[in-house]
């Protein structure tokens, strides 16, 4: 399981580059959008909540191409919101480079008497991320010149101790990892691997993605590092079928080793427990010697 650094020069590919992002206005879905714009790409942002701030469109300065920002409303668990998404994109922009698929969703804290579970995480997690991998990889295999690469926004965690209703959200993204890998073999074997990647991103806990019932929601770890390691994965045309963890500000290969995957897992959920993500990182280092 190889450690590995994001240098900035490896992320100016995706300047004037067309990205999708799900979920785009809040949490690691908002800090992808502001860190792609600042580095000149025009983002399509599909999420029901329009962003926090109307400072996100801007490109940061010294940026050598305008940057564009699109706000779209989009219910990721309903089809045809989606197709309208990319539609959208298609005709503002000509084309879909890259796609974040970060749905976001976690479970609510049920009280008062019991009822029957929500499952609307299946449709924003899980079917959600399915449908939005099939609209990328439609666009992206018939646009010309055809290419373009899609991140899936996952997560090894597990269920929180003492938060029954966190259980659902666990199996949805657990799903979402295993489509992930499938999704590389069909690219296989239908000879589109080399135009069209596929990765998967496994972030720590970050703000505006808090667990249910989190008391320190301060102690959450930024974004910032989690939206870095999702831009990597569009700009490393290298990198196809990885399965990528960003904690503590650092990043690991997981594909290489998924042996290893029990363990890292028991790590980051206890981690994740307490918020620490320096407890990650450093038992990943135990982990890889």
Same mark, same amino acid.
């Given at each position: ?5 994001? $240098?900035?020069?490896?992320?100016? #590919?995706? &300047?004037? +580059? ?31 909540? /329009?962003?926090? %701030?109307?400072?996100?469109?801007? /490109?940061? %300065? ?30 503002? !922009? ?20 019991? +009822?029957?579970?929500? !499952?609307?995480? @299946?449709?924003?997690?899980? +079917?959600?991320?399915?449908?939005? %991998? ?24 597990? /269920? /929180? ?22 999704? +590389? ?6 000879? @589109? #691997?080399?135009?069209? &990647?596929?990765?998967? @991103? ?16 301060? *102690?959450?770890? #930024? ?7 999702? $831009?990597? @994965?569009? *700009?490393?045309?290298?990198? !196809? ?8 500000? &650092? ?11 029990? %363990? ?10 307490? !918020? ?14």
């Amino acid at each position: 399981m190889a450690e590995f650094t994001i $240098a900035d020069k490896t992320l100016a #590919s995706l &300047r004037g +580059k067309v990205i999708i992002v799900t979920g785009g206005s809040s949490g690691i879905g908002l800090a992808a959008v502001e860190l792609l714009l600042g580095l000149g790409a025009a983002v399509i942002s599909g999420d029901l909540h /329009p962003p926090p %701030a109307p400072q996100v469109i801007y /490109p940061s %300065a010294g940026s050598a191409v305008p940057a564009f920002f699109t706000h779209a409303p989009t219910d990721v668990g309903a089809w045809v919101d989606l197709v309208a998404l990319f539609k959208r994109a298609v005709r503002i !922009h000509g084309r879909v480079d890259h796609v974040f698929c970060n749905p976001g969703a976690m479970p609510d804290d049920c009280g008062g008497d019991l +009822k029957e579970p929500d !499952h609307a995480g @299946l449709d924003t997690n899980l +079917k959600g991320a399915m449908n939005t %991998a099939a609209l990328a990889i439609y666009h992206m295999q018939t646009q010309d010149p055809p290419g373009g690469s899609l991140v899936l926004n996952s997560s090894i965690t597990g /269920p /929180p101790r003492g938060s029954f209703r966190s259980v659902d959200d666990a199996v949805f993204q657990n799903g979402i990892l295993a489509f992930g890998r499938y999704i +590389k073999g069909s690219l296989d074997v239908a000879g @589109l #691997s080399s135009t069209i &990647r596929v990765n998967v @991103l496994i972030p720590e806990q970050a703000k505006g993605k808090a667990a249910p019932g989190a008391q320190d929601k301060s *102690a959450i770890p #930024s974004a910032s590092p989690s939206a870095r390691g999702a $831009a990597h @994965l569009m *700009a490393d045309t290298a990198r !196809h079928g990885q399965i990528v963890y960003a904690g503590g500000g &650092r990043y690991w290969e997981m594909e290489e080793e998924t042996i290893l995957l029990p %363990a890292v897992r028991s790590i980051i959920e206890e981690s994740t427990s307490s !918020h620490n993500g320096n407890g990650v990182a450093g038992r990943l280092d135990g982990l890889t010697g």
